[in-house]
């Protein structure tokens, strides 16, 4: 029993050393800007949809998160304040679109 035990024990180390040896798991992320713009796009439609129904002082966030943006867009609400607190959204999609643009008139 115990010499079975540990050749689990072994089958398992041997797993999880070839898992990170994997070279499909040591790609590095490629930086993609047309899938930023979609992202820093939807970004922008949640802040503004927010702007839309919060009135600060007599409404509450989580109830228009739940009530306004959680209908059409559901995600959590960690999610949700992330997107809030995301920082100038309007220049960084200027910038993206403004690549796009260079991209498509070089080909």
């Known amino acids: ?5 540990r050749t689990l ?11 990170m040896n994997n070279k499909k798991n040591n790609k590095k992320r490629v930086n993609r800007p047309c899938r ?9 439609k949640i802040q503004d949809l927010t ?6 002082g007599e409404s509450i966030l989580v109830r ?6 959680y209908p059409i867009y559901p995600m959590s ?7 809030l607190e995301e920082p100038s959204l309007n220049a960084r999609i200027a910038e993206l679109e403004e690549q796009e643009e260079k991209k498509g008139q070089k080909e």
């Open 64 to 69: 228009v998160f739940f009530k306004h943006i």
């Open 9 to 19: 024990a072994n089958i398992h180390i041997i797993y999880l050393v070839g898992y």
């Open 77 to 83: 609400y960690s999610q949700f304040r992330h997107i």
């Open 51 to 56: 702007k839309e129904h919060y009135e600060p």
């Open 36 to 44: 930023q713009l979609h992202k820093l796009r939807y970004y922008k």
């Open 1 to 5: 029993m115990e010499q079975r035990s």
